[in-house]
């Protein structure tokens, strides 16, 4: 099993999650809580209360996770593609497979990667949203004092399940969506460039951006609904399942509930996976 890819996986992904991270801050704060009124009202709040640290709360867990989530993503995806086509990822060029072949290793990696994904995402949502400001003399101490603290919190209350709250709503957004994902960055890789060679550059950012605009169109209203159920219970009331959550969040807020964070995930999506796949095909390249 070739391991490279899992490894670039790893870099790209971390590469592209410092730069989105606090856009991701944004977003999970405008999908779970009802005190801003748009993305500049939450970006103006939280730097005036938070300071520039407060984009980048719960980061260092992702980081941490990245490595596990993005190699597990990028490492299941090749070697799918290598299992259904036996080709590597070399000579995809000039063998290029089939957009079914993509759509069912793409899916494979999303799938694999949610369970991954699930404990770190639960932990960085808690964080994110918690809105008081550092540590000041007198004022009320944060309910989580950092990521592990928040792991072993939820882990005494709840036991191991409760650090997999909302995994089934994340791996029914990861999954389809993934397969969109590399569907998308194929598809317009092959529509700017000829016939067997390697796509410039240029095409590597814009495909990768588009695929994950795309992707992230599809997945936000899931995700609306995963960032709730891993809320449910503290700010959030509690749901009595994905589909109750769905239909109460529906029926209070309207449909546009699934909407919400939609321009905060596209705004962020370009850059982030640019750049992952920029790196990703840049350090695969220069490992031969
Ligand atoms: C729609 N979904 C779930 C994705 N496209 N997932 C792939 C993650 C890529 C990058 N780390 C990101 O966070 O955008």
Redesign the pocket.
């Known amino acids: 099993m070739p391991v490279e890819e899992f490894v670039a996986g790893w870099i790209s992904?971390a590469l592209?999650?410092v730069l989105?991270h606090p856009f991701d801050t944004v977003k999970v704060r405008l999908q779970t809580q009802t005190t801003y009124r748009g993305i500049v009202d939450c970006m103006v709040k939280t730097y005036r209360h938070e300071s520039l640290l407060g984009f980048f709360k719960g980061m260092s867990f992702p980081i941490a996770s990245i490595a596990v989530v993005?190699s597990v993503?990028f490492g299941v995806y090749s070697n799918a593609l290598l299992a259904l086509t036996a080709t590597s990822h070399q000579e995809r060029r000039a063998q290029p497979p089939s957009y079914t072949h993509v759509f069912i290793a793409g899916c494979t990696g999303g799938f694999l990667q949610a369970y991954c994904l699930a404990p770190f995402d639960l932990i960085k949502v808690r964080l994110q949203n918690q809105t008081e400001p550092r540590a000041k003399p007198g004022s009320p101490p944060p309910r989580y004092r950092g990521p592990v603290h928040c792991a072993a919190s939820i882990f005494q209350a709840e036991g191991p399940r409760g650090l997999f709250r909302g995994a089934w709503a994340l791996t029914l957004?990861?999954t389809p969506?993934?397969g969109i994902?590399f569907v998308t960055y194929e598809w317009l890789c092959r529509q700017f460039t000829p016939d067997g060679q390697t796509p410039s550059s240029g095409t590597v950012l814009v495909a990768g951006g588009f695929a994950?605009i795309t992707?992230?169109v599809a997945?936000t209203p899931l995700d609306v609904i995963k960032s709730r159920m891993q809320m449910a219970g503290l700010k959030q009331r509690a749901y009595g399942g994905l589909l109750d959550c769905m239909v109460s969040s529906a029926r209070q807020e309207g449909l546009g509930v699934f909407f919400r964070g939609l321009t905060i995930n596209s705004a962020r999506?370009f850059p982030?996976?640019a750049v992952?796949f920029l790196s990703y095909e840049h350090l695969l390249l220069s490992w031969g």
């Open positions: 992904g592209g999650l989105g993005n993503l957004r990861d969506t993934l994902y994950g992707s992230w997945a999506a982030v996976n992952t």
